[in-house]
Nanobody
Framework: VRLVESGGGLVQPGGSLRLSCAAS????????MSWYRQAPGKGRVLIAD????????NYADSVKGRFTISRDNAKNTMYLQMSSLKPEDTDIYYC???????WGQGTQVTVSS
């Protein structure tokens, strides 16, 4: 099983980034997928999840209206489109299969001028 996040980096406040999570080794289309983030010294926080078909999504209040989670089951890939980024969005972002406790290695997002 592999979950590989990509797309992180340094962006100015108000900017945008799109994270990707490429999955392999399991039946991606069968599972709810989630994005979490973690600040140094703190626990991982759920910020968005998406049902197996992509038909329903949920967001933490802190990102609602700014982030969009999506998935492409044909490509075994999940995405997180992040817009109107704020310095407080600076964290390591992880993708996860909660039902199986699968985690990626994380990708760093830094929002700074």
């Amino acid at each position: 099983v592999r979950l590989v996040e990509s797309g992180g980096g340094l962006v100015q406040p108000g900017g945008s980034l799109r994270l990707s999570c490429a999955a392999s080794g399991f039946t991606f289309s069968c599972y709810i997928m989630s994005w979490y983030r973690q600040a140094p010294g703190k626990g991982r926080v759920l910020i968005a999840d998406i049902t197996s078909t992509g038909g329903r999504t949920n967001y933490a209040d802190s990102v609602k209206g700014r982030f969009t989670i999506s998935r492409d089951n044909a490509k075994n890939t999940m995405y997180l489109q992040m817009s109107s980024l704020k310095p407080e969005d600076t964290d390591i972002y992880y993708c996860s299969v909660p039902a199986r406790n699968y985690w990626g290695q994380g990708t760093q997002v830094t929002v700074s001028s």
